[in-house]
């Protein structure tokens, strides 16, 4: 009879447990996960930001007031005289930090700062650091207000930087 040359199933399964071990150790200091989880959180609050405004221009269609931008909401979209209110614009929110806060709700996790002069908001991580008005986070969402009666405001998602 002759010898069979070949490994065992020992053998190969001790190998097999031993690349597991080394993957399982070094894949995460290869595979950085953070830049698609910052994008994955701009993409949710792009999607906030556009649900809670075309919920708040509703109410204004059904309260008859999507004209009138003296027409003051509070955070749950109602139309009030008092309270911590903002006046629409075309019927939707204005692009002020006010008006953000009114739809989106920011527990401290973001900054919202005016750009482009006096037409737009940024919104970004509150943990990434800007030091002045020139200097523009890499992973945010601009918010451009309607720019007359039925035009939409725009949103813009830049995550390249994350």
Same mark, same amino acid.
């Given at each position: 009879m002759q010898k069979q040359k070949g490994f065992t199933l020992i053998e190969l399964v001790v190998v097999i447990v031993i690349l597991g071990i080394l993957a399982a150790v070094a894949? @995460?200091?290869?595979?950085?996960? $953070?830049?698609d989880a910052r994008i994955a959180?701009?993409?949710?609050?792009?999607?906030?930001?556009? $649900?809670?405004?075309? &919920?708040?221009?509703?109410?204004? &269609?059904?309260a008859g007031q999507e004209d009138n931008d003296s027409y003051k909401v509070d955070a749950d979209g109602n139309g009030v005289d008092s309270g911590q209110v903002t006046s629409l614009v075309n019927g939707y929110v204005p692009h002020t930090e006010a008006g953000i806060n009114l739809i989106f709700d920011n527990s401290g996790d973001w900054s919202v700062i005016a750009v482009d002069g006096d037409? $737009?908001?940024?919104?970004? @991580?509150?943990?990434?650091?800007?030091?002045?008005?020139?200097?523009? @986070?890499a992973c945010y969402v601009d918010y451009v207000?309607?720019?007359?009666?039925?035009?939409? @405001?725009?949103?813009? &998602?830049?995550?390249?930087g994350c």
């Open positions: 894949a @995460p200091k290869f595979i950085d996960i $953070s830049s959180t701009l993409n949710g609050v792009e999607g906030a930001l556009k $649900s809670g405004n075309e &919920l708040v221009h509703s109410k204004a &269609l059904v037409t $737009s908001v940024r919104i970004y @991580p509150e943990d990434i650091v800007v030091t002045d008005e020139t200097d523009s @986070p207000q309607s720019a007359g009666d039925g035009v939409k @405001p725009t949103y813009t &998602l830049e995550g390249d």
